[in-house]
Each structure stands twice: as C-alpha cells, then as structure tokens.
C-alpha cells in the first residue's frame, strides 16, 4: 500500500476509534444514564445536520489537506506520470534539503538562505506581537474599565471600519506613506528634520507597521474581554492601599487578564508568522519572509512537496513556540478558548 | 496611629448633578462615625471624596489637620472597604492581606509576620493559603478588614460592607466590627442605609437626604430629639401629623392637623401661622382619651399581635396609617378592627418640626 492510501485510511481508522471508545463507554455504563443522549437532546434531524457539518469541516477542511501535505512532503517531487511508479519513494530530502541546501561537494554546508528567513520570521513576528501588545493593551483597557458606553461605540466603530479595506490595498497604503518620496519623508525633509529621505521599507519598518496594523484587532478584542469582565472595585482596592497605576496593572490586571493576553498573543504570532500580503508589499530587499519561499515552491517552481514540507515546518515550529510560551505563563489552553 | 476627619464645606457635582452639598462637620479621632441615608443620598460620594477616588468641588477634606487636595487615594492615610468587597481572587488570603505591605516594598518576613497577626486578630489563623473563593461570606469579610487594617490607615472607611451577609451573620458582625475598632483604636468611618447598624454600631451619625447633612449627633438624641421632619421620619418609626401652627403655649406649640389641634414640644421655637408637621413615635401613643389636645379618634384598620408588643393601625387622614404600640403591660383588651379606638399621648413626647421632606419608606 502506498502512503497515499494511508491518508485515506486514517481518519476513518480515528472515527472508528472514537466509535468504539464510545460503545466501550455505554457496555460498561459508564455515561450518566440520567442525561439525554446527543440525539434525544435535538432531534434526528439537527443531529445529523450537527454531525454531518462538522464532519465535513474536520475531514475536508482541516484533516485531509492537512495530512495530504504532511505526506507529500515525504515523496520526491515528481512529474504526474511518475507518481505511484518506483521513483515514488518515502523520502526526507525536502527536510534535509531545509537544513543543508544543494549538496553539491562533499563538504557540508547549510541552507544559509531559507535558514535566516525562517529565523527572522519568527523572530519579527515575536516582535512584532509583543508591538501589538503593547499597542493594544491600553487601548484595551481604555475601552474596557474607563470609555463611557458612547464612546465605547464609537471607538470601536474607528476601530473596525477601516479593516472594510481589502489587506493589500491597506498594505498599498503604508507603502504610499513610507516609501523614499512619501507623505512622511516629504514632511520631514520640508519641516527640514532630515536632508535626504529616510528608507522606511529597507529598515522593515514598513513591515512592523503593516503587520502590527493588520492584526490590531485579533489583539484588542480578546485584551477587551479579559480586562472587561474585572471588577473595577479590584483596581480602586489596589489603589487605595497603595498601589502604583503600574503595580496596579502587574498584580491585579494583567493576572485577570491572562487568558485574554495569551489568546491574543498566540493569535496575532500565528496569523504574523504565517501571514504573505504584509511581508509581500511592506517588506524591505533584505528581508526574506518564510511563507514567500513556501508560495514560491508551490507556485513558481511547481514543487509542491518542498513546499509542502516548508510549511509543515512553519506550523510545527509556531505550535511548538506557542505550547512553550502558554507553558512558561502557566495559561492552559482551555483558558484561552475561554 | 489615628486621625481626625474633617469635612469643610464639601460640594460634590457631577455635570451639573449636585451630589453633596456644602458639608461640613468634624468626626473626631478614634470614633465610631456612620453616614445613614437612603440610597443615592450622597454617603458613598462622601467616602469616596474622603478616599481620594472623588475630589470635591468646593471646599476640603482634612485628614489629621492636613489638607488632602492634590493627594492620591493611594497615598491618603485612610483604608477603603468595599461593598462587594473587592479581594483579589487569584490571591491567596495571606497575598490579600499582605498586598498593601508588597506594594509598600516591606520585607518578606516582616510582611509574614504582620500578615499572621492580622489574620489571628480577626480568628483566622493558619488560613492564610487558602483562595478567596474557599471562605464563606464573613470570613471574606474579616479578611477585607484585615486586608485593610494591615496597611495601619489612621482612619478606616467601610462602604456598606455588611449588606450582603444574611440577618444573622449581619448582627453578629457588628458586634465584631465594634470590637475590633475599640481594639484597633483608629477612627472608622461606616456608611450605611439601614439605621439598626448605624445605632447600634456608631460613636456618632449623620443623617443625610438628597446631598444635605440633616444632622449630626449621638444614636439617643437622633432618635428622641431629631432635627428636622426627615430625621424624625427616617429614623425609627414615626406618625406624621402635618398642619399650622395655631399657638405657642411655654415651650409647647399647638398645630391644627387633619386629625385636629394637637400639642408637642417646640424646641425649634415655631410661631403661629409656621407650616409645621408634629411626629408622635408609636410607643408614645396608649389607648384611651387623654388631654383633649393629645388624643386622636379612629376607626381600627388593623392589629397585628407580635409577642412582646402588638401593633394597631388606625385609618389617617394622610395616606398612611397611624401606627401605636400597644405594649404587653397594657392591661387593655386588644381592639378589634373596625372598631372606634381613642389613643392619647404625652405631649411631651410628641415633637413639632419645621414642614419639610418626609423619608419615603
């Protein structure tokens, strides 16, 4: 059997798992007979739409393209007629190649190239997370413990119209004002603060900007949550036996806050790290983005299995990251989901 | 350590709201204060101001003879208990209590120390690991007192802190409330609309209605000699009789009722033709006619027999009915409703009053 036909096999082997784990459960009577099955609960007709829907959004939306991607990314990229012939083989040259490029002498050497991009994207997006946080956590807070209900619609409304506008256009946008003879360059040359116009986009500053904008909301709404649902009492507590606004923030919001704070960072860092458009137009020359090289292989130079294993390495590399993050703050992952 | 509270000429606006208007009064170091009023009459503004969280528009708050504009509520020598209390739940006791002496950069072990003997002045030892969450209501409420006390405030203010606690717990953590405050020895400052806590609780109290400072005295005079006819309808119970005052007779006035001329003490010295209203408390009324310008007729809308006392309500000519406490001594029969039923009182004890606003139940 091919490992084609494992990604197949797989997700019925786990739905028949389940399948058993649950009659398993039933036998031994170890379900609640009191509560209402699944069924009885909604009727046959919701309950087959419920199950049929998320069947269908966990096996061909998530699961199989997924685990499609993971295989490819262990076959040799081959034209369609040599598929499944014997130059088909199981192989981990698209992850070596990864870590050492072309072997072309003897001597060793790395993927100088693909290595560094994959380093700065993470590391950019780290920073431009921690940007995002500290951009969004005041204005979060604003919102949540001091703007009155009408400026709160209001704020909101300023925050979310604007991202009406389609991602490459807003992108378009920063370059119109950053780029050498810009809006802003053009100020600061007449207001004679600089002589000759500074490169905006070369120094990636272009790139923090339109990422830190494009997820500035993924970052506020869970901050709001965490932070509205506090008691004010709390804050004026602390205040009156002493606290400064800054102690304040660390002792007794930030803590509440916590779960709304990760969420927010686990997401902005994902969508930064995974995220094309931004790095695509805002990015400077020297700043390689890893997804551009993973778009490359699937779309330039027709790899998909390189690309594929590009990008199997992103995923795994920001779950890693994020699992170590949640594990180092002490926030599970069910309190994200909060 | 403890100080004094003086509140000169305090008003309080919001937009264009007066919350507190001008007042002013002085509560003296060590004393058990409470502001009684019915909700939204301006008592938590008070506090608040006096807290640091409020700054008053006109006028100033001396805490010890210094006056506190410009200081910060986290810099005043005073502690807030909230309502709700406002620990901190992902705390545990002992953090909660410590959380002033942590933000005050005291050491760990001194801090320790202090926490331990706090939590044994309010019968809590060996508690100090536990979460907020796993107390029951009064001893969460001992422990916002002790969270308080720890930061050694010359004066504590306390916002109400009893109201969520059941009848039972409420009255036994008055009397703990009291102990601790003679034990502490600092000036307390107690808001409260429920007049029971505030006489059985405080040194001193001022009554307060719509932002107004109606008076300020000991619980006894309050209750036997109030100021004006929303003291006299608010604290305790009392029968308004509303009229004009026909006549002054020693330090005694006469004010033609709807229930006809009736006589009281006149002690804000009234004259004939002053729109008046005459208070006689229940407990001042007995069955039976009396003096003619101290007995009321009725017709009996109800009794109500309560073990040591009984009560009958008589129909008024206001909108409420006259009540009189019929005690347990009282040889007198019970009166049966609907019957005609003469009550008389001693005109000393009846109080005729400026007219003014009533406290509505």
């Given at each position: ?338 | ?266 002690p804000k010295g009234l004259k004939p033709g002053d729109k008046a209203i005459l208070f006689v408390r229940p407990e001042a009324f007995s069955v039976g006619v009396g003096t003619a310008e101290a007995t009321i007729s009725s017709t009996v809308e109800a009794v109500t027999f309560e073990g040591n006392t009984s009560h009958a309500y008589l129909k008024g000519k206001g909108a409420k009915p006259i009540t009189l406490t019929i005690g347990r001594q009282s040889d007198h029969a019970l009166p049966g409703q609907g019957a005609t039923l003469a009550a008389s ?17």
């Amino acid at each position: 059997m091919s490992s084609r036909g494992l990604v197949y096999l797989i997700p019925i082997a786990v739905i028949a798992i389940f399948w058993a784990m649950a009659v398993w459960e039933k036998r031994r009577g170890l379900d609640d007979p009191s509560r209402k099955g699944f069924v009885q609960q909604n009727g046959i007709l919701l309950s087959t739409f419920f199950v049929l829907a998320v069947a269908f959004w966990t096996l061909f939306l998530v699961v199989l393209p997924y685990m499609y991607m993971v295989q490819e990314s262990f076959h040799p990229s081959l034209w369609p007629k040599d598929r499944g012939g014997p130059k088909d083989v199981l192989t981990l040259e698209h992850y070596k190649y990864f870590i050492y490029g072309l072997q072309t002498g003897t001597e060793a050497s790395y993927n100088v190239t693909h290595l560094y991009a994959f380093w700065k994207t993470l590391l950019i997006s780290l920073c431009v997370t921690f940007a995002n946080f500290c951009l969004c956590y005041p204005l979060a807070y604003y919102l949540a413990q001091s703007a009155g209900p009408q400026k709160l619609r209001l704020l909101l409304i300023a925050l979310i119209v604007p991202f009406w506008v389609n991602e490459i256009l807003r992108a378009f946008a920063f370059r119109v004002l950053l780029s050498s003879n810009g809006l802003i360059n053009t100020a600061l040359i007449n207001m004679g603060l600089i002589d000759t116009s500074f490169d905006f986009l070369r120094a990636d500053i272009g790139l923090y900007l339109g990422l830190s904008y494009a997820y500035l909301l993924i970052m506020v709404f869970p901050l709001y949550n965490g932070i509205e649902a506090l008691d004010k009492n709390q804050i004026e507590a602390a205040r009156d036996l002493g606290a400064s606004w800054w102690r304040i923030h660390k002792d007794v919001v930030m803590p509440f806050a916590k779960p709304g704070i990760a969420s927010g960072c686990t997401m902005v860092f994902m969508l930064a790290a995974g995220s094309l458009a931004a790095p695509q137009f805002l990015g400077g020359p020297n700043t390689l983005w890893f997804t551009s090289i993973v778009y490359d292989f699937f779309f330039q130079a027709f790899n998909w299995s390189r690309g594929s294993a590009y990008a199997f390495i992103l995923l795994l590399a920001c779950i890693g990251f994020v699992l170590l993050v949640l594990r180092v703050f002490k926030v599970s992952l069910g309190e994200i989901a909060r | 350590m403890s100080a004094d509270v003086e509140l000169d000429n305090v008003t309080i606006r919001f937009g264009s709201f007066t919350a507190v208007k001008g007042a002013t009064l002085k509560i003296e170091n060590g004393e058990f204060f409470s502001f009684l009023g019915p909700s939204g009459c301006g008592k938590t503004t008070i506090l608040r101001t006096v807290s640091g969280f409020l700054d008053p528009s006109e006028g100033a708050v001396r805490i010890g003879g210094k006056d506190m504009a410009g200081i910060g509520a986290n810099r005043r020598p005073t502690a807030l208990i909230f309502q709700n209390l406002a620990l901190f739940p992902l705390m545990t006791v002992a953090d909660n209590v410590g959380y002033g002496l942590r933000v005050r950069g005291v050491p760990r072990e001194e801090r320790a120390r202090k926490v331990d003997d706090l939590l044994r002045l309010i019968a809590l030892p060996d508690q100090g690991g536990k979460l907020v969450s796993e107390l029951s209501g009064g001893q969460k409420q001992r422990v916002a007192i002790a969270r308080a006390l720890a930061v050694e405030p010359q004066v504590l203010l306390l916002d109400e802190p009893l109201s969520a606690l059941d009848l039972k717990l409420r009255q036994h953590m008055r009397n703990e409330l009291r102990n601790i405050q003679k034990r502490v020895g600092i000036t307390f400052i107690y808001i409260t609309h429920d007049q029971g806590e505030a006489l059985t609780m405080s040194d001193r109290i001022a009554v307060m209605d719509a932002g107004v400072i109606e008076q300020v005295a000991e619980g006894k005079s309050l209750y036997d000699n109030p100021a004006t006819a929303f003291v006299a309808s608010f604290v305790g119970e009392n029968n308004p009789f509303p009229g004009t005052v026909s006549r002054t007779v020693g330090d005694h006035a006469l004010v033609e009722t709807a229930h006809g001329p009736l006589r009281g003490r006149n002690p804000k010295g009234l004259k004939p033709g002053d729109k008046a209203i005459l208070f006689v408390r229940p407990e001042a009324f007995s069955v039976g006619v009396g003096t003619a310008e101290a007995t009321i007729s009725s017709t009996v809308e109800a009794v109500t027999f309560e073990g040591n006392t009984s009560h009958a309500y008589l129909k008024g000519k206001g909108a409420k009915p006259i009540t009189l406490t019929i005690g347990r001594q009282s040889d007198h029969a019970l009166p049966g409703q609907g019957a005609t039923l003469a009550a008389s009182y001693d005109p000393t004890k009846a109080l005729v009053l400026p007219h003014g606003r009533l406290a509505s139940e």
